[in-house]
């Protein structure tokens, strides 16, 4: 039987769920697939709040060099620890990464480390949580050229934007989307539209435009409030719409849109994306873009394309 040992980068809401998963689904996959998967090692940045598997906990620098080791997913906070993945690939490690603030910001780096070292560097779940759309604009933007993309790509912006829409202020609407979960550690970057322009320009990249993050353009939900949404005309809503074209406008911005467009029903931490290719015209995709099940989902989608041997398909 194929044995795949995975080492976990963080050990919050993400890959507590992964680890749990895995245990869950070993049997099954060892039967259909033959492959036995298994959490073999964790790097945290606080051990004693992980007492129930010191068995597994290994400092990060342990994790990065351990031969045992084949593939590291990482679902942490922060970015300080980008080089140490960029070494981890240099010892042929595969990587799947959650974190779209560390995607965005080493994009280059990391893109080619992979590619040198012929190991994959995978990030489903950094854009839109469990919904495809990596995969999706990577097998479109092969054969056609992309023209633009338009999306709600914050879940955490779009829920907040629903309790103003409901008469909650910002600060009340904050504190709920913190309760179930969904919102950033540090809330400002959900809500300044960062977190969008990150994962707007992870698509971008996908649909091989040179784009860079600080050319995105950036308004914060803050800029709007209960007033401002209920002030709107009828048949339209406020929504947090991110965009980006191949002549290089990229915006993340309040804008009010209409009744029947795909946008206007984008409710709760949904995400809803729609790529437009010059072949394919317009193409439609919603789901949940937050939550520790949906973010598993596509980090275990990254896992069987590593597990099956996949091609190593960058640029
Ligand atoms: N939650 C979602 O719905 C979702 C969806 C898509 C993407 N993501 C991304 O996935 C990542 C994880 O999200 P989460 O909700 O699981 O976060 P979380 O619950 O806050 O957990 C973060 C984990 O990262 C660990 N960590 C932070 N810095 C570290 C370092 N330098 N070395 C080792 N470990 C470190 C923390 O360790 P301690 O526990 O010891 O403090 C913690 O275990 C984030 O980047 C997030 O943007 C989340």
Known sequence: MKRINVGLLGY???????????????????????VQIEVVAVSVKHWDLHLDIVELLV???????????HVI????????????LLSAMRNGKHIIAANKQLVALHYDELIETATENRVHFLYEAAVGAGIPIIELVRVLSRHQRILNIRAILNGTSN???GKLEQGHDLSEAIEEAKQIGIAEKDEWYDISGQDAAC???????????????????????????HEIISSKDTGKRYKQVCWADNAGLAFV???????GDFLYGINHEENGIVITGELSGPIKITGSGAGKQSTASAILQNL????????????
Do not use: M
């Open 12 to 34: 919050g809401n993400v890959n507590r769920n992964v680890h749990e998963l895995i245990k869950h689904y070993a049997g099954r996959w060892g039967k259909i697939y033959g």
């Open 59 to 69: 400092p990060l620098e342990t994790l990065i060099a351990c031969k045992n080791v």
């Open 199 to 225: 994962k707007l320009f992870i698509l971008a990249r996908e649909c091989k435009w040179t784009l860079e993050l600080n050319q995105i353009e950036l308004e914060g939900i803050d800029e709007i409030n």
């Open 304 to 315: 069987f394309a590593i597990v099956e041997g996949g091609e190593i398909f960058y640029k």
């Open 159 to 161: 829920y907040i934007i």
């Open 253 to 259: 911005k309040n804008q009010s849109v209409l009744y």
């Open 73 to 84: 997913i990482e679902a942490a906070t922060g970015t300080e620890y980008a080089s140490h």
